[in-house]
């Protein structure tokens, strides 16, 4: 039994433990400090994934692998990153508790079950030990009846998912007679007959992970719920649980299903193509910012599932780049968000940022790096993201899907424009408050990797090149 | 200068260091504001000194690219940062440099409010220009050339007129979306000839029934941004709206990166689809002629009836390129030279009086040539070049496109050489309503000729083109070899698949 695998998640679920218990017996606020304790668990964990041995454990229940690694490293920088955004805003907005960040730390640990799941069982213990923790903190403000509904129809929207995950996993064993990824690898072997059954249990467990990816058709509580969240709780949603999500959902389609490709390659390929246009196209009316960015993390789910949908190794290296860049490009534009507030009050409107460009020159100038950057334009580093997933889609003769990608990327740059028209082009009576030191960290470390993406793109692609590698064999 | 000097290099990343000084500057607003100013001005006069090393380096009679440089970059992928300049390119490098301190120069008072975002907008464009005529590597040339995109938006977006939000948004969506169909083609490309190496690529034999398709994608890209009619009209707006320089660095050097890509991409890497689809760029580029120069005769705005005679100009360029002989091409190059001088002055023209009257009505003005003689004398001096006037920069570049043309086809010919006629009927129009007549209007009476900072503006542009008119061999030199490795180049190509029977 080689349970030293599984060192960082068993690090993390010690640690929330431990925190738990020495935050609630003193009597004293303790949000700050168990923040930080969390942020330091999540850490220690990172390095322990960096140190991590390859192999399987909990009678192959559980996978290490370099794909895991740089999945994991991305979710826990990611939480880490907006764990750090949150504790400023929580205190203002009086939220500042330390249930929060342990909720976070939860649900870190489910996302790193969900990437080193090598079984159908673990799948559903990871993600579901994701998702009870991200309904709670949707619901965090619950004084506020936005945060409440969002957090109520996440859960019933949740559960249903989790449904159509368990009845396709059921139906899955069922026909296949296994639910470890490298049994039932052998039992889909080319020449093998597929049965109905199998092909019907595949599509009810892509549906149930494209809801927590938020793709098109299962997108439907992302607007509501990233607009009724507090801001840091939608930057945490936005950030890793997506990551994670991705992770899972090639996994399981390079994996057990690798050889199943003829199945599900048109249902990604539909997921992938509505995606994009719904999120482009739903985006241009939005008047709340982070409606807007839940119509974008939409539409950047479909251009990183592109790389999938086309079945290469091209392609999903192409998913595994996209996914560490749209990371960092969502922390930084959540980085700016967390700090919109005029007075002291939170404010969530486009049109609040008005005249950013004149009051706060750096961080419009950061914001305009990462709307640019969103919208793929050239030299920042969400070009070459999108770069890689159209070259995969190209390489593989889906042009109609690349030339769908590029049309949505020129809708996507209007609606992000808008936004840098608000910051540079509109004035303001009332200037929004300076941000933070913290924030100004994160937004400044995001947006120069941004910028210098171009000029050493190597490592990031190495690593994807590694992950991928490990993947497919 | 040494071999292995990344020169090129230099000069295209140097402005950004200026750009990171004026970042860095910190203080009471005025202070910085005319810090931004020194540094900017001083940081691209360095540039441009440095680039004037191209100009007594370059080998003439070399067709090959030279000061290259070559670093791995993305080995994977086999994407490398190449960087090179041959007779296309070396002279609109050159031109980019020179212009970006007269622009600077040219904002000197125009530009009062954030002039330090300004500055640095103005120097990453510099870059971003420079780079895009150096890059030998279409990824490279793909990120140069959409990076313009950005700090022009926010110099038109910012600094513009009244309608720039309009103006601004269509200008960006308008070339973003010509040039991602360009990145399917360069993806295309990438995969299939295995490099993104320009040179390379040269060697590589594109399907002909793929050369179409890749022929339109780049098109789509280039049309917009040379402007070619029926996609010219982003152009008309973003030229009013933009302040001065802006509009100068507009007409001055990015009009040129469409017409450049045609030179650099289309016809050498897809000699069939050119040479089938050449009568398409005739037809529309006499349109263009005749059309914008009829529309430009019914303007009321200084502003507008220059861009659309930038329009009709650009028209010009793209007949010459593709007649497919030295002449054409030689002349297509030689008016995109000219031009760039030329509109580029008759923007300052209009910025001169625009700063004192606030006013590019063309209505508002007249009588002009009584309080400011000096000023209708430069005028005047850009006026006869932009209708062509022997002994200007124009005629030469448009003389040549026209004997060309009528080698090809005298009826394309005619259409070409009308757009010279009507161009002086225009021209001459302006020029008579704003200059002469009587001088009635109370403000304009009091107005103030050149001061010394304009006239240090104008002064190199009066010598380019008096210098281009006169003795053009020195500018033809450059680029002569070139055109006729091009050419050579591309008859066998055609050779080739004749003797084949295709």
Redesign the interface.
Same mark, same amino acid.
């Given at each position: 039994m080689n349970w030293t695998l599984a060192l960082p998640e068993i690090l993390l679920a010690v640690s929330g433990l431990v925190i738990l218990l020495s935050c609630v017996i003193p009597k004293q606020d303790t949000a700050y400090a168990g923040s930080m304790a969390v942020i330091g668990a999540l850490l220690g964990a990172a390095v322990l994934v960096m140190m991590q041995d390859e192999g399987t454990a909990f009678s192959g229940q559980y996978i290490a692998d370099p794909f895991g690694r740089f999945m994991k490293l991305l979710c826990l920088a990611g939480a880490a990153a907006t764990l750090l955004l949150a504790i400023d805003f929580n205190e203002r907005e009086k939220l500042a508790r330390f249930e929060f960040p342990l909720l976070a730390l939860f649900a870190t640990t489910g996302m790193m079950v969900m990437i080193s799941a090598n079984d159908l069982m673990a799948v559903y213990i990871g993600l579901e030990l994701l998702s009870l923790p991200l309904y709670v903190i949707a619901a965090f403000n619950r004084d506020n009846g936005r945060s409440a509904e969002a957090g109520l129809k996440y859960f019933v929207l949740g559960a249903l998912a989790s449904g159509l995950l368990l009845y396709g996993t059921s139906l899955v064993y069922g026909f296949a007679g296994s639910t470890n990824f490298d049994k039932l690898a052998l039992a889909f072997a080319p020449g093998q007959p597929v049965s109905a059954g199998v092909v019907v249990g595949l599509v009810f467990v892509i549906a149930g992970l494209a809801f927590k990816a938020s793709a098109v058709p299962f997108h439907m509580w992302t607007p509501d719920v990233y607009e009724g969240a507090p801001t840091p709780v939608t930057a945490f949603f936005a950030a890793a649980p997506k990551v994670a999500a991705i992770a899972l959902i090639v996994r399981v389609l390079t994996g057990p299903f690798a050889d199943l490709s003829d199945q599900w390659q048109q249902v990604l390929l539909l997921v992938s193509a509505a995606s994009m246009l719904l999120g482009s196209f739903a985006a241009i009316g939005q008047r709340n910012i982070k409606r807007l960015m839940a119509y974008s993390s939409i539409g950047h789910v479909g251009y990183a599932l592109m790389g999938l949908a086309v079945d290469t190794d091209v392609g999903v290296r192409g998913v595994l780049v996209y996914m560490a860049i749209y990371l960092i490009m969502n922390v930084g534009t959540f980085a700016v968000l967390v700090s919109m507030r005029r007075q002291g009050k939170a404010v969530e409107l486009i049109d609040d940022l008005a005249g950013l460009g004149k009051t706060h020159p750096g961080t419009a100038m950061w914001m305009a790096i990462f709307m640019f950057s969103m919208a793929g334009v050239p030299p920042l580093a969400g070009f070459f993201g999108k770069l890689y997933v159209f070259l995969a889609a190209m390489q593989a003769g889906y042009l109609w899907l690349a030339l769908i990608g590029v049309g949505t990327s020129v809708i996507g740059g209007y609606y992000y424009l808008r936004v840098i028209k608000v910051m540079y082009f509109d004035s303001t009576e009332e200037p929004l408050d300076a941000p933070t030191p913290g924030v100004g960290l994160v937004m400044a470390g995001s947006g120069l990797f941004n910028v210098l993406f171009i000029l050493w793109p190597a490592p990031l692609i190495g690593a994807a090149q590694l992950a991928v590698a490990a993947l497919v064999g | 200068m040494n071999p292995g000097f990344p020169l090129l290099s230099l000069l295209t990343f140097l402005p950004l260091v200026g750009a990171a000084i004026i970042l860095s500057v910190r203080g009471e607003e005025k202070v910085v504001a005319q810090n931004a100013r020194w540094t900017a001005l001083w940081t691209s006069l360095i540039v441009f000194l440095l680039s004037l090393a191209l100009w007594f380096g370059f080998d003439k009679s070399s067709a090959d690219f030279q000061f290259t440089e070559e670093v791995d #970059? *993305?080995?994977?992928f086999g994407i490398g940062y190449h960087m090179g300049v041959d007779g296309l390119s070396v002279l609109f490098v050159l031109l980019s440099t020179a212009l970006t301190p007269l622009c600077i120069l040219a904002s000197w008072e125009s530009i009062g409010t @954030?002039v330090r !975002?300004y500055m640095i907008s103005f120097l990453v464009l510099e870059t971003m220009m420079v780079g895009m005529f150096c890059a030998l590597d279409l =990824?490279l040339f /793909? =990120? &140069?050339f !959409?990076?313009v *995109?950005?700090p022009m &938006? $926010?110099i038109i977006? =910012?600094w513009g007129g009244p309608r @720039?939000?309009y103006a601004?948004?269509k200008f960006?969506?308008y070339t *973003?979306?010509g040039s =991602? $169909?360009m *990145?399917?083609a360069i993806? #295309?490309l #990438? /995969?299939n000839a295995g490099t993104t190496d320009i040179p390379e690529l040269f060697a590589y034999e594109v399907p002909r029934a793929v050369q179409t398709w890749l022929f339109f994608a780049f098109l789509a890209s280039f049309a917009v941004k040379v402007p070619m009619w029926p996609v010219h009209t982003w152009l008309p707006d973003a030229h009013v709206e933009a302040p001065t320089a802006g509009s100068v660095i507009l007409a001055g050097v990015l009009l040129k990166m469409g017409a450049y890509g045609f030179l650099r991409f289309s016809l050498p890497l897809l000699p069939f689809a050119s040479a089938e689809y050449a009568p398409l760029i005739f037809t529309l580029s006499v349109v263009a002629v005749i059309y914008t120069s009829l529309v430009a005769l019914a303007q009321q705005d200084m502003k507008k009836l220059i861009a659309y005679s930038s329009v009709a100009h650009m028209g010009i360029v793209t007949l010459g390129i593709f007649t497919f002989t030295p002449q054409g091409l030689s002349g297509a190059i030689f008016t995109m030279l000219a031009h760039g001088v030329v509109s580029g002055a008759l923007f300052l023209c209009v910025g001169v009086v625009y700063d004192r009257v606030h006013s590019r009505e063309i209505a508002r003005y007249g009588g002009v040539a009584k309080v400011m003689p000096g000023y209708a004398v430069l005028f005047m001096l850009f006026t006869m070049a932009s209708v062509g006037l022997p002994g200007t920069a124009n005629f030469v570049g448009e003389f040549l496109v026209i004997i060309a043309a009528w080698k090809v086809n005298p009826w394309v010919a005619a259409g070409g050489a009308s757009g010279m006629i009507l161009g002086a009927c225009y021209m001459l129009y302006l020029y008579r309503r704003v200059i002469f007549g009587k001088l009635e209007k109370p403000d304009l009476k009091v107005l103030l000729d050149l001061s010394p900072r304009e006239y240090v503006v104008f002064a190199p542009l009066v010598v380019l083109t008096i210098w281009m008119g006169i003795y053009p061999s020195s500018f033809l030199s450059f680029f002569e070899a070139s055109v006729a490795a091009l050419l050579a180049r591309h008859e066998a190509a055609l050779n080739v698949a004749k003797l084949a029977g295709m």
């Open positions: - | #970059w *993305l080995p994977d @954030r !975002e =990824v /793909y =990120v &140069f !959409e990076g *995109l950005i &938006f $926010l977006g =910012v @720039r939000v601004a948004m960006f969506l *973003l979306a =991602v $169909l *990145l399917l993806l #295309w #990438w /995969y």
